[in-house]
């Protein structure tokens, strides 16, 4: 298994050229990467650098994690970094097609990657796939984190879901299937694709092809591949996620929250309040007009519930 070194340095490099190997930069003018012989994961840092760290698990690129989301946290006195997960972004990128990890592995990247940026325990979030990852994370290394948020998930991997779990919209998937792949080699035509499919789930399309030309700017090469698996998370279809965890949500000992849009078709809300009552104490928070996506209208919603969770983490600590 490829974890990440604990043994790393946050200071960056002071010429602001690429970090040598073991080495976390966090400069919030430029993404930057924690790395270890084999891997790299591509991170990026908003705030003080002292402060309690909020690590957002990409889903699969750290994009998926609005930006102002960001900056309203770090604005809230954390210290937020965001990343990509392997396979997209500025992290490690093999072949999506065969990944030659697993989702233990990507938890285990999860925690090695707050150990780096400081060895504290580190309020861990995940959206979409990511959400998966940081449920894993916090079962399998008890202590790295101290409080968990879990937005847009499900307590299952991928594939058909338990009889009690809504699965996809069958409505919404057929539609966006049905849509022809655009030219990988082509910004705008990506964009395009990416901003009908917004629309397609009810997510706001401007925002989804403003997003999806940075995915795309992000992406190395031009093999449809790469860019399936950045743009759509395609590796996750082919990711070994055994074995299940869902039965192990019940031993969550920190707090957590879920945030779900009401009117979510990939994982619809029951997923997120499936999620909620396996996890002892953890707060629901539903957003009434979301879908997929995190909102602008939502961010400040999100980040009061994201700064409240830590609050009670805190104190939990000081106790």
């Not at 039965?247 to 309040?273: I, K, M, Q």
């Amino acid at each position: 298994m490829t974890r990440i070194s604990v043994g790393t340095s946050a200071s960056g490099s002071p010429d602001g050229s690429d970090p040598p190997d073991d080495s976390v930069t966090g400069r919030p003018d430029r993404p930057a990467g924690t790395r270890t012989p084999g891997i790299t994961l591509g991170i990026e840092s908003f705030g003080d650098d002292d402060a309690p760290l909020v690590l957002l698990v990409g889903g699969t690129t750290m994009l998926s994690w609005p930006d102002a989301l960001c900056e309203r946290l770090a604005g809230g006195g954390r210290r937020v970094v965001r990343y990509d997960l392997r396979d997209s972004g500025e992290s490690t990128t093999a072949d999506p097609r065969a990944p030659a990890y697993t989702l233990r592995d990507l938890a285990a990247d999860a925690a090695g990657l707050a150990g780096a940026l400081g060895g504290r325990p580190a309020h861990l979030a995940g959206i979409g796939v990511g959400g998966m990852v940081a449920q894993v994370a916090v079962l399998d290394h008890p202590g790295t984190f101290s409080a968990l948020t879990l937005a847009g998930t499900r307590p299952v991997a991928p594939g058909p879901p338990d009889e009690d779990l809504p699965d996809h919209d069958r409505a919404t998937m057929s539609r966006l299937f049905a849509r022809p792949m655009p030219d990988w080699t082509d910004r705008e035509a990506v964009a395009e694709f990416a901003a009908d499919g917004a629309e397609i789930r009810g997510d706001d399309p401007v925002a989804a092809r403003a997003v999806a030309g940075r995915v795309w700017d992000r992406t190395p090469g031009s093999a449809p591949p790469v860019h399936l698996a950045n743009q759509l998370g395609t590796v996750f279809s082919r990711l070994d996620c055994t074995p299940r965890w869902r039965e192990r949500l019940s031993g969550v000992t920190v707090p957590a929250l879920v945030v779900h849009g009401r009117r979510d078709p990939f994982f619809p809300v029951g997923n997120g309040e499936a999620i909620a009552r396996g996890i002892p104490g953890a707060r629901l928070l539903v957003l009434e007009e979301a879908a997929t996506a995190i909102p602008d209208a939502a961010v400040d919603e999100v980040a009061e519930a994201m700064l409240t969770l830590g609050q009670a983490e805190q104190t939990g600590q000081a106790g």
